[in-house]
């Protein structure tokens, strides 16, 4: 069988770096090789030069090779809704996102956008991302469909929000139940895709809705669960009106048995002392969006705090209430979040944390997140040359560490020289 192998700078982490000298951590060959076979990693290591028959060489010598970047929380319909003015949380979703999300029971659109979404993910280095469709099952289809066609690794599902919506954006506790088991059967399994049990939050979802994801939840444990919890102080307190009798906001989706270790809870801001410690119980995942919450005026979430429970923790976009489809901005406004805090975020926990920490937070670490031999062959190549003044930058940049930590900084879609998703080069074909 061809193979292809990837010559560069390669950098995997093995654990979470405890501290800017902690080497046993990561893996490193300043001139290293990745060869990949059938979409899979076959060998890493110091660069050989030695030409094998029916192997094709790409040189990316200078550049980092790390595994491709992973997305926890981000919204497919909300391509359209990025950068809307709005006062709050609550504002911004009546304002723009349920009228843009009602254009998606329109397959061409819902079509059209998938494409987009894929592309720009590819663009900013992203492999895999954890991402909520709308209550369309047709906004499903698409996004599956357009993630097969680029063999990309997706977890994804249907919003179920049977209240507190335009009518138009309501399924009921029984469609809903009824659409999730369908696009689970038409899509679970089918090449990378990965069906998540989707109720969008507490606030949209009845009582009857919640015990239908619980019936759910209970008919595939395997299957992810994604929903929002704890991000604003009036979602905080409209939720616990909706669902009175319980200890806390976490306290909902724990009552309906939602929190385990494949729930991905987006936000996390406003955590009591008892959701800290559910949240580390049932090993569920807190999934920081520093740009939405900045953006949207949320809050700062206190990284530390939850470390120190145990709790998981990933990090991700949250477009379109986050505002860019970059990790490397990502994480650089999370940095700032933590500055802000008295927190430290050094560049190589950062970069753990876009790769194998966001694998091992969506339970996909066997298969992604680190480049090593078996694991699927997703990976990104970045440039920390990549602007003017990075390149002037650089002249004065002597260490690894300091070298990421500027491509976080001042690094974005420009600093992706190529994606490769499965062994295949996918940014430098994009259109344009
Ligand atoms: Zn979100």
């Given at each position: 069988m061809a193979r292809t192998l990837l010559r560069g700078r390669v950098l995997s982490f093995l654990d979470e770096p405890q501290?800017?000298?902690?080497?046993?951590?990561y893996r490193y060959w300043e001139d290293g090789e990745v060869e990949i076979e059938g979409g899979k990693i076959v060998s890493v290591g110091q660069f050989d030069g030695a030409q094998q028959a029916n192997t094709t060489i790409i040189d990316h010598s200078g550049k980092l090779i790390l595994p491709g970047l992973i997305d926890p929380h981000i919204h497919v319909p909300q391509m359209q809704v990025i950068g809307s003015y709005a006062a709050n949380l609550l504002e911004w979703l009546n304002t723009y996102t349920f009228v843009e999300e009602q254009?998606?029971?329109?397959e061409a659109h819902a079509a059209r956008i998938a494409g987009r979404f894929f592309d720009e993910l590819i663009r900013h280095g992203t492999t895999t991302a954890a991402a909520y469709c709308t209550v369309h099952p047709q906004s499903v289809d698409a996004f599956f469909s357009a993630a097969a066609e680029r063999n990309m690794l997706m977890v994804g599902g249907k919003v179920m929000m049977d209240r507190n919506a335009p009518e138009a954006l309501r399924d009921t506790a029984q469609s809903g139940y009824d659409d999730t088991k369908a696009g689970i059967a038409r899509w679970h399994g089918q090449g990378r895709a990965h069906y998540a049990i989707t109720p969008r939050f507490a606030i949209t979802s009845t009582p009857e809705q919640m015990e239908m994801a619980e019936t759910l939840a209970r008919e595939y444990p395997d299957l992810h669960i994604q929903t929002h919890v704890d991000e604003n102080l009036e979602e905080i307190a409209f939720a616990r009106e909706l669902f009175p009798n319980l200890p806390d906001y976490l306290g909902i989706y724990e009552r309906y048995h939602l929190l385990g270790p494949k729930t991905l809870l987006g936000h996390?801001?406003?955590?009591t002392h008892r959701e800290c410690e559910v949240l580390a119980e049932t090993r569920s995942v807190a999934v920081w969006c520093p740009t939405s919450n900045l953006f949207i005026g949320s809050g700062l979430f206190d990284h530390d705090r939850l470390h120190a429970h145990g709790a998981r923790i990933g990090i991700a976009t949250d477009v379109g209430g986050g505002t860019s489809y970059s990790m490397l901005r990502t994480l650089d406004e999370g940095y700032k979040v933590l500055q802000l805090r008295g927190q430290r975020l050094n560049p190589l926990r950062a970069f753990y944390m876009m790769t194998l920490g966001n694998a091992r937070a969506m339970s996909l670490d066997g298969r992604i997140g680190a480049i090593e031999v078996?694991?699927?062959?997703d990976l990104v190549v970045l440039d920390a040359r990549s602007t003017p003044q990075m390149a002037l930058r650089m002249e004065a940049v002597d260490t690894l560490a300091n070298e990421l930590f500027l491509l976080q900084t001042c690094g974005d879609d420009r600093a992706v020289v190529e994606t490769y998703v499965a062994g295949k080069p996918m940014k430098s074909r994009l259109p344009g």
């Open positions: 501290a800017l000298d902690d080497v046993a951590s254009r998606f029971a329109d996390c801001i406003h955590l078996g694991r699927d062959a």
